[in-house]
């Protein structure tokens, strides 16, 4: 040997093992920007645009050395979306153990590639806005780093006694179809699922270098296997016990097999047009390898059996929403849905007689109110002030007479009976109002199990503007409507009272005026209650 060469040779060779077992950033982010980019428009599920993005991810196994599974790598399956019936594809390789029994057991490293495109509601969070929504973070991200690691793994074939299959899931966005159809349809080669580990939103650690994993109680085992593997000093660790959660490895606890998931949060741009590769953290995804991939070999040449415990508690979703400090996310963004009628001062039903059309038929009677943003300040850990700016509508079914609310030729709200309506001829009567809203609440979120539970109190203001009176009649064997707008003496400003309660997307409210509908020198006291269900957009 050359004595000159070996300065060359040990420096090789120290390049080499600082290298060796790590995944380079500049394939992350090659992955990422190729799937988030504007030529696959998203990756909607069931879509040509899914279908490249699958394309590219099986080359990239390919690649890699690792053998195709099912149809050159892709597993087809049918599914029903929102708009009808569809189709989409898994795309798996495979990587065969070297122990003569353990190979007939596989890790499952899996994450969906799919996204929701250009959807609005009720997959984005910005329907309003539309836009390509591009899923650098969820998943390109999640899809970028299953990629390396079947590249580093695929390396050191013939010395991992477990066999390992790799799973870009399909259609993940649209009720985890494609892991659960994978799960119900493994191929021959799986043998027996000993664990899976599911990467979702991993390219946004944030500064507090929290990395959260759901499914440590998955396993009787999976705590001390977790403890086995360092944990990098730029890393925090934040573990939940349960296997359910709204993500792939899902499919796989049901069936009783313990899982894994990783998830680096969600932010303000989860399911909008804002989740753009310019925005993932590479040098988190890297630190984040480097513990990932040792707990997967971990998990491979793990001696014993995995003992299956099963722990329902699902993913808080409220405890992995990274925001500022000072934010607070209610659940005011939304639909409101509900009933609607007038009361008298005393918050009764019994009029004046001149006023008994305000005696408005209550199940016709309805109330509508949209939301589309959401600002919030927390004050303690669960308790904060939230605001949610909105337009709202109110429909008064009046009763089916020929009166209208108004008497434009007075000069003070009464009823009158137009002359060219029978008695009989009304079919329908309706006094309606928009209004501009604007909520100040105070809401606690309960401390539980069922982190999303919440009740909430305070006022809403408005401002209200374009009432109209509409009815319909027949006459001479045809069907007349005629609208009449105008103020209707109707007080612009408005306040009243408002509570709600619920969990997740949905919950109740009641809302009580404490201002009166009309002008004070109009006609007596006329107070709107209104009562219902509330849809709630925040995930």
């Known amino acids: 040997m050359c004595v000159r060469c070996l300065p060359v040779i040990l420096i090789l060779a120290i390049q080499f093992l600082s290298t060796s077992g790590q995944i380079a950033e500049k394939m992350l982010q090659q992955h990422i920007r190729v799937l988030a980019s504007d030529s696959l428009q998203g990756r909607k599920s069931g879509t040509e645009f899914e279908r490249k993005a699958a394309l590219y991810i099986r080359n990239y196994f390919q690649k890699s050395g690792l053998r195709l599974l099912a149809d050159s ?8 979306g929102l708009s009808g019936p569809k189709m989409s594809q898994n795309v798996i390789a495979f990587l065969e153990g070297s122990d003569p029994v353990l190979k007939q057991e596989c890790l499952v490293i899996g994450a969906h590639y799919d996204h929701i495109g250009k959807a609005r509601f009720p997959y984005s969070r910005r329907w309003l806005r539309g836009g390509i929504h591009y899923g650098a973070d969820d998943n390109a991200s999640g899809t970028a780093l299953m990629l390396e690691m079947a590249h580093e793994l695929a390396t050191k074939k013939g010395n991992l006694p477990r066999s390992i299959i790799f799973v870009a899931f399909g259609a993940e966005e649209e ?7 994978f799960a119900a349809h493994l191929p021959v080669e799986a043998g027996k699922v000993i664990a899976m580990m599911n990467f979702d939103m991993v390219g946004r650690l944030g500064k507090e270098k929290k990395l959260f994993v759901s499914g440590s109680g998955t396993a009787e085992e999976m705590e001390q296997l977790l403890a086995n593997v360092h944990v990098p000093d730029e890393l925090q660790l934040v573990k939940f016990p349960g296997g359910k959660g709204p993500t792939d490895s899902q499919s796989f606890y049901l069936k009783g097999v313990p899982v894994l998931s990783f998830i680096t949060g969600l ?9 753009t590769e310019n925005k993932i953290n590479y040098d988190g995804m890297v630190t984040i390898a480097s513990y990932v991939l040792p707990l997967a070999e971990e998990l491979v040449r793990y001696p014993g059996q995995l003992t299956y415990k099963k722990d329902n508690e699902s993913l808080p979703t409220n405890e ?23 009361m008298n001062e005393h918050y009764g039903s019994t009029f004046p007689a001149q006023y008994d059309f305000m005696k408005n038929r209550l199940f016709p009677s309805y109330y509508l109110s949209e939301s589309p943003w959401e600002f919030g300040i927390r004050i303690v850990q669960n308790f904060g002030v939230i605001t949610a700016p909105g337009i709202g509508y109110s429909s008064l079914a009046l009763p ?40 100040v609440l105070l809401e606690y979120k309960i401390p539980s199990g069922r982190k999303s539970a919440y009740i909430a109190a ?41 509570i709600r309660a619920g969990s997740g997307h949905f919950g109740f409210f009641a809302d009580i005026a404490l ?25």
Do not use: C, M
């Open 73 to 80: 790598g892709f597993q087809s399956f049918a599914y029903t």
């Open 175 to 181: 009720g985890l179809q494609g892991s659960a159809y």
């Open 267 to 275: 932010h303000k741009d989860y399911h909008t047009p804002g989740d």
């Open 320 to 342: 992995i929403t990274l925001l500022p400090s000072w934010r607070f996310t209610g659940h005011l963004k939304g639909f409101l849905l509900g009933l609607t009628s007038v």
């Open 400 to 439: 089916l007479k020929p009166v209208k609310l108004i008497n434009p030729s007075g000069d003070s709200l009464s009823s009158y009976t137009p002359d060219y309506i029978g008695v009989d001829a009304l079919r329908s009567h309706r006094y309606s109002s928009w209004k501009l809203i604007i909520p």
């Open 458 to 498: 305070g006022v809403t203001g408005g401002l209200r503007f374009a009432g109209k009176i509409t009815y319909t009649y027949k006459k001479d064997g045809y069907r007349y409507k005629e609208e009449i707008r105008g103020p209707w003496y109707a007080s612009p400003w408005d306040l009243s009272a408002h």
């Open 515 to 539: 201002t009166p509908l009309f002008k004070k020198e109009a006609a007596p006291e006329f107070y709107p209650v209104t009562g219902g269900i509330s849809i709630n957009l925040n995930r």
